[in-house]
């Protein structure tokens, strides 16, 4: 941030306490998905968030905070390696796409040929 950025911040965190407490939820969050290399530390870091999360009483990141906790196990495969399934989902989003340009799809060879000619 620049000065004026972080004066900025400070008197904003001042008047709305709230919204200082939700940016530090939040760079936390992004802390452990950057700086933890190991998924058992992570995993405990989590529990912490979660912790820090139910004594905030904010309610979009208790909503964050329960879909990590169901999904936890599938989370923590991003620190064996940090890679994500986003190509994946890019790439479904695209067909997605091309599917409803089509408004369905009745010749299921031609679609899949339409969709290597285009994107292989």
């Known amino acids: 941030w620049t000065e004026s950025q972080k004066h900025r911040a400070e008197l904003l965190f001042q008047?709305?306490?709230?919204?200082?407490?939700?940016?530090?939820?939040?760079?936390?969050?992004?802390?452990?998905?950057?700086?933890?290399?190991?998924?058992?530390?992570?995993?405990?870091?989590?529990?912490?968030?979660?912790n820090q999360v139910e004594a905030s009483g904010i309610a979009p990141f208790e909503s964050v905070a329960r879909s990590i906790a169901a999904h936890h196990p599938y989370i923590l495969h991003y620190f064996d390696n940090k890679s994500t399934n986003a190509s994946a989902e890019s790439f479904n989003a695209k067909l997605k796409a091309f599917r409803s340009v089509f408004r369905g799809?009745?010749?299921?060879?031609?679609?899949?040929?339409?969709?290597m000619k285009l994107y292989a």
């Open 105 to 115: 799809v009745r010749d299921t060879q031609f679609f899949l040929y339409r969709v």
């Open 15 to 50: 008047r709305f306490p709230l919204l200082k407490k939700a940016y530090d939820l939040g760079i936390a969050l992004g802390d452990i998905f950057n700086k933890c290399r190991d998924k058992k530390v992570a995993f405990t870091k989590l529990g912490l968030w979660h």
